[in-house]
Nanobody, 124 residues
Framework: QVHLAESGGGSVQTGGSLRLDCVASGFSGGDLYMGWFRQAPGKEREGVAAIGKYGFLHYAESVKGRFTIPRFSPGNTLYLEMNNLKPEDTAMYYC??????????????????WGQGTQVTVSS
């Protein structure tokens, strides 16, 4: 059973930065694809950033140029560097993983495993 442990959330002011960490354990064999999702109150969970096949990085339009997944991370670890944060980025952020090829890395239904979430709050 894959376990995902997130950390790094917190409260910042507009324009601030945070880094989220996700460490996956319990996975053996093959490639583990991982991504970050977020869910604000009253809204659906949406894809934020993910690593797809061949290491291609995918970003939601709303975070392009502000959020980055560093290319070089320890195995089964996924970071999300968030800069120039805005109040609309406020949400619970979830790490997700799947151990098979997927076609749409920012589509939540592609993923089998989820972390508990870490809260990000951006105040104006």
């Amino acid at each position: 059973q894959v376990h995902l442990a997130e950390s790094g959330g917190g409260s910042v002011q507009t324009g601030g930065s945070l880094r989220l960490d996700c460490v996956a354990s319990g996975f053996s064999g093959g490639d583990l694809y991982m991504g970050w999702f977020r869910q604000a109150p009253g809204k659906e969970r949406e894809g934020v950033a993910a690593i797809g096949k061949y290491g291609f990085l995918h970003y939601a339009e709303s975070v392009k140029g502000r959020f980055t997944i560093p290319r070089f991370s320890p195995g089964n670890t996924l970071y999300l560097e968030m800069n120039n944060l805005k109040p609309e980025d406020t949400a619970m952020y979830y790490c997700a993983a799947v151990g098979r090829d997927i076609s749409f890395p920012l589509y939540r239904h592609e993923y089998d495993y989820w972390g508990q979430g870490t809260q990000v709050t951006v105040s104006s």
